[in-house]
């Protein structure tokens, strides 16, 4: 009975633990994908800046008419678009985090089905290849927080440069970079780690 | 069973909500992976899933703080031993209902995100120079002290009862992005509420100082300026001390506990130095009942800006504004209102729109709410200015209309040049140079409709119309006639435009030259109307809105702007109707053009006059068919108006001493009556 029980976790925590692999990778891509398009978003705001302080009508270009307005509608044109897609990679950001959460949701509610035939002998019971169930348990539910949180902090940087205030943007890759948290990947790359006999055990 | 080990919570469980418990004691309370448990801890207690140890060890105890007491936020407990009957199972109901409020706390984006709500007084020169002084010090804290100055560090706010001097302290609060302290009367509690005034959260303190034992009092208001220290440190910050006189009255010569608390008051604001940013705000709508050492530089700094009630401008602006909110039918014309709600204060506006919703209310039962004119109209009658609550003169007059009063067409179009034209027609007044008439005089014998004309023209119009008697003036203590009868004129002034009425004018005011000694009460109410009507100037305390200058090519002002601007420029004065019979009696400064500029004759009725003060005293008279009109304007020559209407009366009554079921009355009845009757003027009269 509780062996039964005991192999359907295993089974379900195998499942969570390579989605999680595939999410870390995924998850890595689209932030790399971000960092240029902050940087363009940097220089964009630089550029209307400058912009600002320039006074065109001591310039040659003050026979052109317009020309201050145009070029304010190009830059903030080129921002939108690099802001749109910035948009677009947080969308697929969101999906793999959703993903994820619905996984390890999973896993935790088949765990809790089945506390009655699982006693916590069973469950904090390890080996040296096969993790015991509750730390396994552990290592996803830290890696979902840690997910959630990392969304959350890169929507709402990304809002507040939606905003258009220069000065906030000029230090747009910085502040993207500043929330960047390589202890928790490593973390997450640990317990990949940790599990990797017990995930090829099957 | 053992005694728990509080530790601290390891860093990879932080923000988990993990309790971390050796299984062993999982086991014996019953707990599963991940089940709810309550800790409870001195001071408060924390919510958490039970998780097992790592290294599986018992007498152990680590708990993340995620969710607990407030008080652990800042004092996270550690080095405790517990019972392990201290750790509880929590039963788990399923979720039904949630309930999130945000609180944003940040100023940079309060400030962002100002809404778009700005009650129109605020928008005045008045939130400019407060906002100076708020910010001036924020912005510029190293330049005020190069340069030697302290910035300001009082304002006294001073204006009539709910002109807004409140709410305009609390709007500029929020807007600024400063926190508030506000200090109170006598009540007992310091409590802290979140303002809900302005939709931009604010955190208010309120203080409430006055206390019955002594020195408690003083020990309160230390308290709050300690408090508005503290505050500052974090941002700007306001001290509002509302209805500043009845905290802080004038000193007097006995050792009243106010004198204590007026003495701290000034200590404390020598006190503030300048390195303290935050500014001390009084409300008073009494200012002379302040004690004069707080009103100085140093302490109220700026003193005396003035709120006067509204103009006609601001009380259009602030009908928009209290009318948004609400459901009114689009045929309301909120300048029409403004123009009929002549001396209503702010609370008084906002006091109507509640009024009017209630009335729709009630016609409309719960079906669908529009508030419409005659709901206003309603409410009109309900809410009466608040300038003129506790006012002499505020008389409620059945309405006349001009058609009620027979012949006299002359002196009619007089009045209604001085009195409805300046109203109706401010621009053409304005363009010709032409400004409404300081006063006009009616003189004639009596009972010639003097007073009635007065009172079809108040009602024609839609000024605010005070009369005042001898009674109402007169006090057997010195002074106070002058004083009631200056304080009249200063209300009226506050409702301009208004129509002050003063009927027997020759027995209320005095004249210098007949004989009368120079220094009796008439003369000296004489001066005061002599002053009123014309005098150097207003006193400073009167002056409302903000002084504009019409000007005659304003093009891009549309129209109806342009009209109540002109209309505000016109129509500021009081107007002054006096009404006597002995025009010789009255004081020949008092008749100079510039003060009794019109001075009309309002005759005894002649033949054809007399024949439609006939026509109108028996319109509601079933008069038989025989009746003669024109034979009995023949027969009433002297005869003034109210003679003649006392001789259709006496005819309708001896047509009822014949019958009691009359149904007409006849020509003889008249013929009889006029025997009956005797004209009350004479030749010498007339003449």
Redesign the interface.
């Given at each position: 009975m509780s062996k039964s029980a005991l192999l359907t976790i295993h089974q379900a925590l195998r499942r969570s633990f390579h989605s999680l692999e595939n999410n870390q990778k995924l998850w890595k891509s689209v932030l790399a994908e971000c960092i240029p398009l902050m940087a363009s978003l940097e220089n964009l705001a630089e550029q209307s800046r400058a912009l600002s302080n320039v006074q065109i009508s001591n310039t040659p270009l003050k026979d052109f008419p317009e020309v201050e307005e145009l070029l304010r509608f190009k830059l903030s044109q080129a921002m939108d678009t690099v802001l749109c897609k910035l948009h677009e990679n947080m969308a697929s950001l969101q999906s793999l985090r959703d993903s994820l959460t619905n996984q390890v949701s999973t896993v935790v509610q088949l765990y809790e089905q089945n506390t009655d035939t699982l006693d916590l002998v069973t469950v904090t019971e390890r080996s040296a290849t096969i993790p015991s169930v509750v730390d396994m348990l552990e290592w996803l539910q830290d890696a979902e927080r840690h997910y959630r949180q990392q969304f959350v902090r890169r929507k709402t940087l990304l809002h507040a440069l939606s905003s258009g205030n220069l000065n906030f943007l000029a230090t747009a890759t910085k502040k993207w970079k500043e929330l960047d948290t390589p202890g928790a990947e490593d973390q997450i790359t640990d317990t990949l780690c940790k599990v990797s006999f017990f995930v090829e055990s099957s | 069973m053992t005694s728990l080990k509080l530790l601290s919570v390891d860093s990879?469980d932080r923000?988990?909500q993990?309790c971390r418990l050796g299984?062993g004691l999982?086991?014996a309370l019953g707990l599963?992976?991940?089940s709810p448990v309550l800790v409870s801890l001195p001071r408060g207690s924390c919510l958490c899933i039970a998780?097992?140890r790592?290294d599986?060890a018992e007498g152990f105890l680590q708990v993340d703080m995620k969710c607990c007491s407030p008080y652990f936020l800042r004092h996270p407990p550690s080095r405790l031993t517990l019972d392990p009957e201290q750790v509880t199972l929590v039963p788990c109901p399923k979720l039904k209902g949630m309930k999130i409020s945000v609180v944003v706390q940040s100023v940079e984006f309060k400030r962002?995100n100002s809404p778009r709500f700005v009650h129109e007084l605020v928008k005045d020169m008045l939130k400019a120079s407060l906002r100076e002084m708020l910010q001036l010090p924020l912005l510029y804290p190293g330049t005020l002290g190069s340069l030697g100055v302290s910035c300001p560090k009082g304002v006294l706010l001073v204006g009539p009862p709910g002109v807004g001097k409140t709410q305009l302290v609390r709007k500029v609060v929020g807007e600024v992005g400063a926190s508030l302290v506000v200090v109170r009367g006598p009540e007992v509690n310091c409590f802290q509420t979140l303002s809900t005034v302005s939709p931009i959260y604010l955190w208010i303190w309120m203080f409430q100082v006055v206390r019955s034992r002594p020195g408690e009092s003083e020990e309160m208001l230390r308290g709050v300026f300690t408090q508005a220290c503290a505050v500052a440190e974090e941002g700007p910050c306001v001290l509002f001390l509302d209805e500043l006189d009845s905290l802080f009255p004038r000193r007097s010569g006995s050792s009243a506990p106010e004198n204590r608390l007026v003495a701290q008051l000034l200590t404390l604001m020598d006190g503030v130095d300048r390195s303290d940013r935050f500014l001390v705000i009084g409300a008073t709508n009494r200012p002379d009942s302040l004690d004069p050492a707080l009103r100085r530089p140093g302490r109220f700094d700026r003193e005396q800006v003035i709120i006067g009630p509204p103009t006609l401008r601001q009380r259009a602006a602030i009908l928009s504004v209290l009318c948004e909110k609400m459901p009114v039918c689009s045929s309301v014309d909120l300048t029409e209102l403004a123009q009929r709600t002549t001396g209503y204060v702010g609370s008084d506006l906002s006091a109507l729109c509640r009024e009017a919703a209630m009335h729709a209310m009630r016609e409309n039962g719960s079906g669908e709410q529009t508030v419409a004119l005659k709901h206003f109209l309603v409410a009109l009658k309900l809410v009466r200015p608040s300038c003129l609550r506790s006012s002499l003169g505020r008389t409620d007059l059945a309405p006349v209309a001009w058609e009620q009063i027979g012949g006299l067409d002359d002196i009619k179009l007089k009045l209604r040049q001085s009195i409805e034209w300046p109203l109706m027609y401010p621009e053409a007044f304005s363009r010709l140079g032409l400004c409404r008439p300081r006063g006009v005089l009616l003189y004639g014998p009596p009972g010639c409709a003097k007073t009635t004309l007065v009172r079809a023209a108040a009602s024609a119009s839609n000024c605010t119309f005070l009369s005042v008697s001898g009674a109402d003036l007169y006090s057997p203590y010195v002074g106070d006639s002058e004083k009631a009868l200056s304080q009249l004129f200063r209300q009226a002034r506050a409702c301009a435009p208004c129509v002050l009425f003063l009927d027997e004018i020759d027995s209320v005011i005095g004249s210098r030259c007949n004989g009368q000694a120079p220094s009796s009460v008439q003369t000296r109410l004489l001066s005061v109307l002599l002053n009123e009507m014309d005098g150097v100037g207003l006193k400073t305390l009167e002056r409302r809105g903000t002084q504009k200058i019409l000007q005659v090519e304003g093009a891009e002002e549309n129209q109806t702007a342009e009209q109540m601007s002109s209309q505000e420029v016109c129509n500021k004065d009081v107007m002054v109707v006096a009404a006597t019979n002995r025009p010789d009696c009255l004081d020949s400064a008092l008749l100079r053009p510039g003060r009794l500029d019109h001075i009309l004759y309002v005759p005894p009725p002649d033949q054809q006059a007399r024949l439609a003060i006939l026509k109108v005293c028996t319109k509601s008279m079933p008069v038989a068919p025989d009746v003669c009109l024109e034979e009995l304007v023949a027969g009433t020559d002297l005869y003034s108006g109210a003679d003649l209407e006392n001789l259709c009366k006496e005819a309708a009554l001896l047509a009822l001493e014949e019958n009691m079921e009359a149904s007409s009355i006849k020509h003889v009845h008249f013929l009889q009556s006029l025997k009956k009757t005797k004209p009350s003027l004479t030749v010498q009269q007339i003449q």
């Open positions: - | 990879s923000g988990s993990r299984p999982m086991t599963s992976v991940g998780w097992p790592p599986l962002n």
